[in-house]
């Protein structure tokens, strides 16, 4: 798709240069012909007395080329406005699907670590080479979802038991979950220890008993959250909504 994206962008460029170009062709020989006729009318056969009546001969045919020409050009203007619309709407469907293949990777990796037979994630404990590897898996397909995929991300390790306060088998210190759509969700004793939660949406969300404490809650909108019992010791709760 971005192969095609490039030629159709190369492609409209191309004739943008070669309109550009046949108008000033156009226009340079109106120009010239005018001027030829006015500096010598008897090469063209003009009385140099009647040159000026003969002149509005020209006027019509250069003011219809000079119609055709901005008509054209407001065309293309119009043309290259569609395409790049289109454009646009092909890299966001391009973005969309490289977000959920990313976010499928993600949960059939986490998913077949939590079902092996021989050592299962559930069983790790924090710092250990099984919850190091999904720890690292985790903070890298953070950095690659949007708002409503990261909540995804967050609800399956929660519902997983992966991030229960005091046996955190996933660490999310320093995870990117800024702007996360986490309104209403259950996070009740979940650990968010130095979690990076800058603009999170937490509105009404359970909370209680989470900790919290050192995270980064800037902006963020805890409106009518649950936060009984919650850790926010050192955490930054600057401009966030704290409201009901």
């Known amino acids: 798709m971005a192969a095609e994206m490039g030629s159709s962008s190369a492609g409209s460029k191309e004739r943008s240069n070669r309109f550009v170009w046949w108008f000033s062709v156009l226009a340079t020989f109106l120009v010239v012909m005018v001027g030829a006729i006015v500096a010598w009318p008897e090469w063209f056969g003009f009385d140099k007395k009647q040159v000026w009546d003969y002149l509005d001969v020209f006027l019509v045919p250069a003011a219809v080329a000079g119609a055709a020409a901005w008509l054209a050009w407001e065309l293309h203007k119009r043309q290259r406005k569609d395409e790049k619309a289109q454009e646009e709407t092909a890299l966001k469907v391009e973005n969309q699907r490289a977000q959920d293949e ?6 059939d ?13 559930s069983r790790a404990r ?119």
Do not use: C, M
């Open 102 to 107: 990313a976010l499928e990777a993600y949960l």
């Open 109 to 121: 990796e986490i998913s077949r670590l939590l079902t092996d037979e021989k050592r299962p994630l």
């Open 126 to 244: 924090q710092g250990d080479i099984l919850s190091t590897v999904a720890r690292a898996r985790t903070l890298i397909a953070l950095t690659r979802l949007d708002r409503k995929r990261k909540r995804s991300v967050l609800q399956f390790l929660y519902e997983s038991d992966l991030l229960k306060k005091g046996e955190v088998v996933v660490d999310l210190k320093g995870a990117d979950l800024r702007e996360a759509d986490l309104g209403l969700a259950d996070l009740s004793a979940a650990n968010l220890h130095r979690a990076d939660l800058h603009r999170a949406d937490l509105s009404e969300a359970d909370l209680s008993g989470a900790n919290l404490r050192k995270a980064d809650l800037r902006d963020a909108n805890l409106r009518k959250a649950d936060l009984r019992e919650s850790d926010l010791r050192e955490s930054d709760l600057s401009g966030a909504d704290l409201s009901e």
